[in-house]
């Protein structure tokens, strides 16, 4: 059975930083693409940031990168979010996700086979 645990959603003040974690079972981890998206009510899950299968590539949407950074350490099965320099419009709950695709860092949120339940990021102004 697949998981993938969030962790490390919190309330913050803007310009502080957080550093998500999902924790991936059940899964072959070093083949699969992991990535970060989030949502806010009423609106699509959109791409945060993605990571290549032994994390010697990344992709980021552009209104994060320089603050956002992804990593994994995939002896331990688990891929990381550093966000800093935070904003109250990066409020969102956040999904770790895993894509088998092997070619690229897919941004579109249907090309991915597993989620996890979310962790809440909520940044004061």
């Known amino acids: 059975q697949v998981q993938l645990v969030e962790s490390g959603g919190a309330l913050v003040q803007a310009g502080g930083s957080l550093r998500l974690a999902c924790a991936a079972s059940g899964l072959t981890f070093t083949s699969y693409t992991m990535s970060w998206f989030r949502q806010t009510p009423g609106k699509e899950r959109e791409f945060v940031a993605g990571?290549?299968?032994?994390?010697?590539?990344?992709d980021y949407t552009d209104s994060v990168k320089g603050r956002f950074t992804i990593s994994r350490d995939n002896a331990k099965t688990t891929v990381y979010l550093q966000m800093n320099s935070l904003k109250p419009e990066d409020t969102a709950t956040y999904y770790c996700?895993?894509?088998?695709?092997?070619?690229?860092?897919?941004?579109?949120?249907?090309?991915?086979?597993?989620w996890g339940r979310g962790t809440q990021v909520t940044v004061s102004s």
């Open positions: 990571i290549s299968r032994s994390g010697a590539r990344t």
């Open positions: 996700a895993a894509d088998l695709t092997i070619a690229v860092i897919s941004t579109t949120s249907r090309d991915y086979e597993y």
